[in-house]
């Protein structure tokens, strides 16, 4: 346990630790196997504790998520060309016209929600690159989810050092537990609300 506080202490403290956090942000944006949520939390929890400082944190986390989605929809947008040429009345043509549909009118819920899901968030931006969703209004919602899911990170991983002050590695483990309630939680509603709308 020691030996893992020891290597902790020394990535957080470390002067390219900001750096680090913007990339993995930024990575998981379109490569979502990349623990960016994990990492912010991280960081929260150590920012309760004044080794990391507060306002670094939430800017970089966000802007790293923002420059992610962007790659993600600029992927999608670069697919369009092949989608265009799908044969009409296929499944698969019959799927991307329903999520041009859904995207259209709500489209921006759609994505800010998306921050929230694990590999969900890749899967939107790319689709809205991919059906031609207006880049000006992309940008905006993009960047509201991404400062709501950093702020959202952060404020579990302080809450977690708070609570656990002398001992950062259980606040970890409560910020990281936090996230996923909320993750199950959400996941829980959006299939009892799917059931509903079945029947």
Not at 6 to 30: E, I, K, N
Request: no cysteine; proline share 4%; hydrophobic share 55%.
């Amino acid at each position: 346990m020691d030996a893992i506080m020891d290597v902790v202490h020394t990535a957080v403290s470390s002067p390219w630790f900001y750096a680090a956090l913007f990339a993995v942000a930024m990575l998981d944006g379109f490569f979502p196997v990349v623990p960016s949520e994990s990492m912010v939390i991280t960081a929260g929890v150590y920012a309760a504790s004044g080794e990391l400082r507060v306002a670094p944190v939430v800017a970089l986390a966000a802007l790293g998520a923002f420059a992610g989605d962007h790659v993600s929809y600029l992927v999608g947008r670069r697919s369009r060309g092949r989608l265009a040429r799908m044969r009409p009345g296929t499944r698969r043509a019959r799927a991307l016209a329903w999520a041009s549909a859904v995207l259209a009118e709500r489209g921006g819920l759609i994505l800010v929600v998306a921050r929230y899901v694990p590999g969900g968030r890749t899967a939107v931006t790319m689709a809205m690159g991919a059906v031609g969703y207006r880049a000006r209004p992309f940008a905006f919602f993009a960047g509201v989810a991404a400062v709501s899911w950093a702020l959202y990170g952060v404020v579990l991983g302080y809450a977690g050092g708070m609570a656990f002050e002398n001992d950062p590695l259980k606040g970890v483990a409560v910020g990281l537990g936090l996230a996923l309630s909320v993750t199950v939680a959400v996941e829980v509603t959006r299939h009892l609300r799917r059931r509903v709308r079945l029947r």
